[in-house]
């Protein structure tokens, strides 16, 4: 990691050369150091300063007390560890929070979504690694007693690495992870899946 900056840039240089290209050529000049600072940014999941905090409310704070699903869905951008190139789609998350509980702040969600992102994944491990990571939030027994009944997450995402290259059919992929009801109750689980299906 510990790079200098101009040595990144050689690096991206280097790519250039190998693919056939003059990176002395004008509209090439600063393309490395472009390509670092964008690097910076897409792939700060390695900087765990970076991990977003999930922020938690005691179910019932705002005066309602929730007991049904609560959802949300957005979208998401990675890169395929196999080849460096992005997947990318769409999300959707869903959990009923115990009535004594907590709730998440769902804003953060989509924040946790692009954090486990911003390196390169598959799409089974970026899955497990949101999910997880939301659940334990709401499962650690110092803050709270009362686990959510349910949690589901569920990932549709396009593989460019299979869409671009060979028989260029469209290379579209689903990942889903399941707790509490959803995974043991199929009547809930119709209820996720009727959701995500509307
Ligand atoms: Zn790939």
Known sequence: MGYTKKEKEEVVKKMLEMIGEDPTREGLVGTPDRVVRM??????????KEKPKVTIFNNGHDGIVYDE?????????????????????TYHFAYIPHSN???????????????????????ERLTHEIVNYLWTVLCNKKICKHPPLAMAFR???????KTMRGVKKKGT???TQLF???????????????????
Not at 69 to 89: A, K, L, Q
Not at 103 to 123: E, H, P
Not at 155 to 161: A, I, K
Not at 180 to 198: C, I, Q, T, Y
Request: aromatic share 14%; charged share 25%.
């Open 39 to 48: 690097w910076k940014e897409i792939f700060r999941g390695y900087n765990k």
């Open 69 to 89: 699903m609560i959802t949300d869905t957005g979208n998401f951008y990675s890169h395929c560890e196999h080849h460096s190139v992005p997947f990318f789609g």
């Open 101 to 123: 509980g907590k709730i998440l702040g769902l804003s953060k969600v989509a924040r946790v979504v692009d954090y486990f992102s911003a390196k390169l994944q598959i799409q």
């Open 180 to 198: 509490g009801s959803f995974k043991d109750d199929p009547l809930a689980r119709s209820e996720f899946m009727k959701w995500v299906n509307r």
């Open 155 to 161: 990932m549709e995402g396009e593989h460019l690495c």
């Open 173 to 175: 992929m689903t990942t």
